[in-house]
């Protein structure tokens, strides 16, 4: 059991030498391995160490863009708010170069303008981090990479800017390398460029700086178009506030505004006066010459206007063809003088094409008492301009309190007369024209009679003065046409008139001034069947000669239907002698004044033997009207004087009672039909 136990070295020894090298091999591969180990250990604590230095290399450049990036959006955000808050435009955009400036970090940023030209562009900031400066540079548009976004609205960059086309010599000095450039726009438009340029050595640019002045570059677009809205919003509102205190057309200040600026006059007692000032028969001037036409008169008028008036007078336009103006004056006097003033600036001829049109105007004067509203001062000037129209036009009149009274009861007239007409109460009364040498039948003259269902028949002094003012008479004229015109017709077909006998019609102003009454004219005579050649019209002469070439137009269309013409009340009017030669009249009315006078003012005789020599020389009838005794009938039969009407020879009849008096003659065989009208033999 001893030997068993033997030294383990003996038994290595024992073992020879295969036993010896064996063991050594192994304990060289257990070296090798550990070295592998402890070197493979060493390696991957060196790439652990690597990792984790390029980990926190790339954790530092992600911490810091995340830090540039929140404060791009600060930035973009403050710049926001100060457009939300309507901040001025350029001050806007110092703060997106400062904010670019600042965000690039490195490099010189400028904002840089086209201009409206197209043809240069004014460089006005240069920013660098923390720093503006203000600048005015202006240059011609070149190629040159910080105009280019300007030409084509795009964005530009280089990394080599020596060699850039248009490179500027300036820059290249100061060894510029590094350039990028974003556009602004308006309108969609390309206006501005926004730059940054770094030196050579300085870092490039990056995404992110590309990025971040891209965003600059649509804030001031955003800027820049906002500035443009707020500016025409102004606009718009300024006009629209404008538009709401003035007339179009005029430009003068229209109702709203003259009341507002009255009533202030007036809270603060000041003497004050309004003229109401209304143009003439300015219907007529629309209705024959168009609206394009009275609207030119009537901005002519507002010129005058303008020009009659003191400085501190306001003149508006309140509606259709009326002004006001207010005046304050210390001398009452000072509102008479300026009333006469403008009543003879806004009297004048207006020319259309070879043809003129005569405006005058109506004023109304009121002074305005204490405690009076602005309404109140228009409504009394107005009331005074009515009574000017009824004096006559053309003039001006004070407002008194009995005016009052008389315009409601005008305006009631209107009322009835507009009733009347409704209800057919107009009618023409007949006076017979006989021949002075055998007291024959020639014609009648149908002179107009409301038979008002109150106060009974009315003669026409007694509302055609209130009718025409109202627009109301070529209504009234029309069925006095066709009623006189049908029984006529009527008459004759019964055998009670000869197919010569005429009836003349009294026609209002108005409608010889408008082609209306040709057409009026043509309605009655196929209406009734009369021929035009029984027919006659009246017109006064003052009345022919407002509108000269309206009145010639309308009398050459008549002729030509065959109607004859007569001038009513001839020698009380203002007419040109000359005149008669160019309007086609066929007879002269001598008016009743003159003829009353015959036989004890020299004067009046006179004037009657003038007109029948006048009328012998141009070929015109004559008929003496108001014919009332035999004395005068006998005298101008005398002077030479062949026609005639008046109380002596029938008063006017209605249609009823002319036609009993006729079938009276023809039973009893008198001779009322003779012919002859106060156009024929």
Not at 145 to 170: C, I, K, Q, V, W
Not at 331 to 346: K, M, P, V
Not at 427 to 437: F, G, H
Not at 544 to 557: I, Q
Request: proline content about 3%; aromatic content about 6%.
């Amino acid at each position: 059991m001893t030997a068993s136990k033997e030294p383990r070295s003996a038994v290595l020894l024992a073992g020879g030498s295969d036993v010896s090298t064996s063991v050594s091999l192994e304990q060289h591969r257990q070296l090798e391995a550990l070295r592998f180990a402890r070197d493979s250990a060493v390696s991957r604590c060196n790439e652990l160490e690597a990792e984790l230095a390029s980990a926190a290399n790339r954790n530092e450049a992600l911490l810091e863009a995340l830090s540039k990036r929140q404060r791009m959006v600060e930035a973009l955000l403050e710049i926001q708010r100060s457009i939300g808050q309507r901040v001025p435009a350029h001050e806007v955009l110092d703060q997106i170069a400062v904010a670019a400036a600042d965000l690039l970090a490195a490099g010189t940023v400028g904002l840089r303008l086209l201009e409206t030209d197209g043809l240069h562009s004014l460089l006005v900031a240069l920013a660098t981090p923390g720093e503006l400066h203000r600048v005015s540079q202006r240059q011609v548009i070149t190629s040159g990479l910080s105009n280019r976004p300007m030409l084509d609205g795009e964005f530009h960059e280089t990394a080599d800017y020596r060699h850039e086309p248009d490179s500027s010599a300036d820059w290249i000095a100061v060894g510029v390398s590094h350039v990028i450039a974003a556009p602004v726009r308006r309108n969609g438009q390309p206006v501005a460029s926004l730059f940054c340029a770094r030196r050579s050595g300085e870092s490039p640019f990056t995404i992110m700086d590309r990025e971040v002045l891209i965003a600059l570059g649509e804030l001031a677009t955003v800027a820049f178009n906002d500035a443009i809205a707020i500016e025409v919003i102004e606009r718009t509102l300024q006009a629209a506030l404008y538009d709401s205190k003035h007339d179009p057309l005029t430009g003068l200040a229209n109702r709203v505004e003259v009341n507002s600026r009255l009533d202030d006059l007036l809270a603060r007692d000041e003497n004050v006066a309004v003229l109401f000032v209304d143009l003439d028969r300015f219907k007529s001037v629309n209705d024959l010459y168009g609206h394009h036409v009275g609207d030119e008169v009537l901005k002519e008028v507002a010129r005058r206007l303008g020009d009659s008036v003191r400085i501190d007078d306001l003149v508006g336009r309140i509606s259709g063809d009326e002004f006001v103006v207010v005046a304050r004056a210390v001398d009452n006097d000072e509102f008479e003088e300026l009333a006469s003033r403008i009543c003879n600036a806004c009297t004048f001829i207006f020319p259309v094409g070879t043809r003129q049109v005569s405006v005058s105007a109506s004023i109304g004067l009121a002074r305005a008492p204490r405690g009076i509203s602005s309404a109140g001062a228009i409504a009394n000037a107005d009331l005074a301009m009515y009574e000017a129209k009824a004096s006559g036009r053309g003039s001006v009149v004070s407002y008194d309190e009995t005016m009052r009274r008389a315009v409601l009861q005008r305006l009631a007239l209107e009322e009835e007369l507009r009733s009347g007409i409704g209800g057919n109460e107009f009618t023409p009364y007949l006076q017979p024209i006989v021949s002075l040498a055998d007291r024959s039948l020639l014609g009648f003259e149908a002179l107009m009679r409301w038979n008002h269902p109150r106060r009974g028949v009315l003669a026409a002094s007694e509302f055609v003065v209130v009718a025409e003012a109202a627009g109301l008479l070529e209504g009234i004229d029309q069925a006095m046409m066709l009623s006189s015109f049908s029984a006529v017709s009527r008459w004759t077909a019964d055998g009670l008139l000869h197919p010569s006998v005429s009836v003349g019609v009294n026609v209002g102003a108005r409608a010889f001034e408008a082609d209306r009454l040709l057409i009026s004219v043509v309605d009655c005579l196929e209406r009734s069947g009369l021929h035009p050649s029984r027919v006659w019209l009246e017109i006064t002469e003052t009345a022919m000669m407002n509108d000269v070439d309206a009145s010639l137009d309308t009398m050459l269309g008549l002729k030509a239907l065959g109607v004859s013409l007569a001038v009513d009340d001839f020698g009380t009017g203002w007419s040109s002698l000359g005149y008669l030669k160019t309007f086609p009249v066929s007879a002269l009315k001598v008016d009743q004044s003159f003829v009353a006078g015959l036989d004890s003012d020299h004067h009046d005789h006179s004037i009657v033997e003038a007109t029948l020599r006048l009328g012998e020389a141009l070929g015109l009838n004559i008929i003496a009207e108001g014919v009332e005794t035999l004395a005068q009938a006998d005298r101008l039969q005398e002077m030479g004087c062949l026609r005639a009407q008046g109380y002596l020879f029938g008063a006017p009849r209605s249609l009823d009672d002319t036609e009993a008096w006729l079938r009276s003659a023809a039973k009893f065989g008198a001779n009322a039909s003779l012919s002859g009208g106060p156009g024929g033999a």
